[in-house]
């Protein structure tokens, strides 16, 4: 269908007989465009509020918004993270400003910044999140950031477990009598102690 504007004007003064103009403007255009600027506003907001991934708006050290995965991954509900200084999801307040140069470094040189972090939730505890970093716009530095935050937390406690029982097999596997050698496609990997002794040397 057709949207159209009417505006109606009186063409003589008060007293006279009364003559109008009546302006009729085509605006199907303009009505197109402002029901796909509303749907993708709405998009926009659904895709915010219910991500799964905690999702901050912040400009300078302020948080202006969080949706709410960002609310249960700190313990702090949306409106009271608006209240807090960023630094206070920090590990210290030397963690927060070494980060923070980071990033700026990041956005400066790449405009986007990834890395993995300690978040301090609202109970004191400290978890492990990959914090993924842009402009809010890419030509306003001042318009501030938006950040996404994901829990990482198990997955770094279990590459820690892996790491922890990798050492404990090569000081087992260095202990043994027997040379023992892991080669891959780029060729040797690791000797143990036995190895290397009869090699005459390090890899």
């Given amino acids: 269908g057709q949207w159209y504007s009417l505006s109606v004007r009186r063409a003589t003064p008060e007293g006279e007989s ?105 109970d004191g505890s400290l978890i492990w999140v990959q914090v993924a970093v842009r402009l809010a716009f890419a030509d306003d530095a001042d318009a501030g950031v938006i950040s996404s935050f994901v829990d990482i937390d198990e997955r770094r406690r279990a590459r820690q477990t892996l790491a922890v029982q990798a050492e404990r097999t090569r000081a087992i596997l260095n202990s043994v009598l027997v040379g023992i050698v892991t080669v891959s496609e780029r060729g040797i990997e690791w000797m143990n102690r036995s190895a290397r002794r009869m090699f005459g040397g390090e890899l």
């Avoid at 590990?91 to 400066?108: I, Q």
């Fill in 18 to 122: 009364a003559e109008a103009v009546a302006v009729l403007t085509d605006i199907t255009r303009l009505k197109t465009q402002q029901a796909e600027l509303e749907r993708l506003l709405r998009d926009r907001e659904l895709m915010f509020s219910l991500s799964e991934v905690g999702i901050v708006y912040q400009r300078g050290a302020r948080i202006e918004r969080a949706n709410q995965a960002m609310a249960e991954l700190t313990g702090w509900a949306s409106p009271e993270l608006a209240t807090l200084d960023a630094a206070e999801l920090y590990e210290s307040a030397r963690d927060c400003v070494d980060f923070e140069a980071r990033v700026a470094r990041g956005l400066r040189e790449q405009g986007r910044f990834v890395a993995e972090r300690r978040l301090r939730r609202r």
